[in-house]
């Protein structure tokens, strides 16, 4: 079985299909440091947190993540609280880098002496429609051809895979929204407990922390807003001006140490499955981080493919396989609803009044109605439960 890219869904399929004895090699275009570096996502659902530790790769995890019972939203300079584990369950949820889910994953792999090429670029996916599919890799000592069983296009959205499927089967459904997010990891310890969402009629504002001595703080901008427009002292009176109420301190500052601008959009690519390739994670589907969805819902694919890929490689029973597609994309639209409800909640029109009107109706719905609260909660701590 190949692997195409050492993201977290790419490397925990290899880990999970390491342990059941099926071989795979993860191939990775980038170097190992590229992708240990890439700060994305830090909110684990708490059914995918439990995945991990299933894959023998929660144990730095469980030691270092904050678990958090609830998150805050803010709107009207006032905070609401909303108890995540009270209305789900008693189910938290654990904040811990994906770039530290990424790591864990490549100190396993490599421990094992599994196969895991960085710097190896797949540039072409062939024979899909055979028994025997094969990739071409620009490697570090050349280009080499691999043949396999199966193909799992971890591989994000620019990858290959997704354009391995024939125009004509593949649907692609995509929404651009009016806003990107500026991003900042900065040393200052978190000024907060949990999580704040933020509705300002300024823009939306996010903040959240990886650690005691490290917050990772998001500031809604215009799509067209470059970094050289941000300067630091810009960044933070925009935050201290968005999370402003009338009971708390001014936010904790640090030095910056990682900053960026991420468009906002949702994809979703159909079928994820072309013959001998599986898609899974940001090759098949891409939801605004509003929701904090991303790595979860890559992460839960490969819960499915992962039982699928058993069934078929070890008792020769291919429907789970079969329905593959089918069986993620239900859960992959629930994700996309649930982003689109938290994306349009939070971020302010800067033209619609009427928008403005329906955002706050739902965000006060959303605060002080139990029901409306509860699906939040539902929905954020464990997407499966409901
Ligand atoms: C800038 C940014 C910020 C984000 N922030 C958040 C957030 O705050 N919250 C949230 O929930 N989600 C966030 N996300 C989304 C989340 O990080 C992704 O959903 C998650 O990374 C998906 O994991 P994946 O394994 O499917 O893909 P990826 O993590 O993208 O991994 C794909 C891997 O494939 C490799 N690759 C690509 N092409 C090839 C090739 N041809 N050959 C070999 N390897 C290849 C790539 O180098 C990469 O390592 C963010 C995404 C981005 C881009």
Redesign the pocket.
């Known amino acids: 079985m190949v692997i195409?890219?050492?993201?977290?869904?790419?490397?925990l399929l290899g880990q999970l299909l390491e342990r059941e004895g099926i071989e795979n090699i993860v191939?990775?275009?980038?170097s190992r440091e590229?992708?240990e570096k890439?700060?994305?996502?830090?909110?684990i659902e708490y059914g995918i947190a439990e995945l991990i530790d299933e894959a023998g790769a929660g144990e730095r995890m469980r030691r270092e993540g904050l678990q958090h019972h609830g998150v805050e939203l803010r709107f009207d300079r006032t905070s609401h609280r909303i108890p995540l584990s009270e209305l789900a369950d008693g189910k938290p949820i654990t904040v811990y880098g994906?770039q530290e889910v990424?790591k864990d994953l490549v100190d396993l792999r490599q421990g094992a002496g599994a196969s895991l090429f960085f710097d190896?670029?797949?540039?072409a996916i062939e024979g899909l429609t055979t028994d025997s599919p094969s990739v071409q890799?620009e490697a570090v000592d050349g280009p080499v051809r691999i043949s396999c069983d199966y193909v799992a296009g971890?591989?994000?959205?620019?990858?290959?895979?997704n354009k391995a499927i024939p125009k004509e089967l593949l649907r692609r459904h995509e929404r651009t929204y009016p806003f990107s997010?500026l991003?900042i990891l900065t040393e200052a310890a978190p000024a907060t407990e949990e999580l704040i969402y933020c509705r300002h009629e300024n823009g939306f504002a996010l903040y959240?922390m990886r650690s005691p001595t490290l917050s990772?703080l998001?500031l809604g901008v215009r799509p067209e807003d470059t970094l050289d427009q941000w300067s630091d002292d810009r960044i933070w009176d925009e935050l201290n001006t968005r999370l402003a109420t009338d009971q708390t301190p001014e936010i904790n500052q640090g030095p910056i140490i990682e900053r960026?601008i991420?468009a906002m959009r949702s994809i979703v690519v159909e079928p994820m499955r072309y013959g001998r390739l599986l898609l899974?994670?940001?090759?098949a589907h891409?939801?605004p981080?509003t929701?904090?969805?991303?790595?979860?819902?890559?992460?839960a694919?490969v819960r499915v493919l992962f039982g699928a890929l058993v069934d078929q490689l070890k008792s020769g029973d291919g429907r789970a396989l079969e329905a593959y597609s089918a069986t993620c994309l239900e859960r992959v639209w629930r994700a996309e609803e649930f982003s689109t409800y938290m994306t349009q909640m939070l971020h302010p029109s800067y033209q619609d009044e009427f928008e403005n009107g329906i955002q706050m109706a739902r965000l006060r719905q959303a605060a002080n109605s139990k029901e409306a609260s509860t699906v939040l909660a539902r929905n954020y701590v464990d997407l499966n439960s409901l």
């Open positions: 195409i890219g050492a993201g977290p869904a790419g490397l191939l990775e275009h980038r590229y992708i890439r700060v994305r996502a830090g909110v994906q990424v190896s670029e797949v540039v890799v971890c591989d994000g959205s620019f990858g290959v895979s997010w991003g959240s990772r998001y960026g991420t899974a994670g940001d090759a891409i939801v981080p929701g904090a969805k991303g790595m979860n819902l890559a992460l694919d």
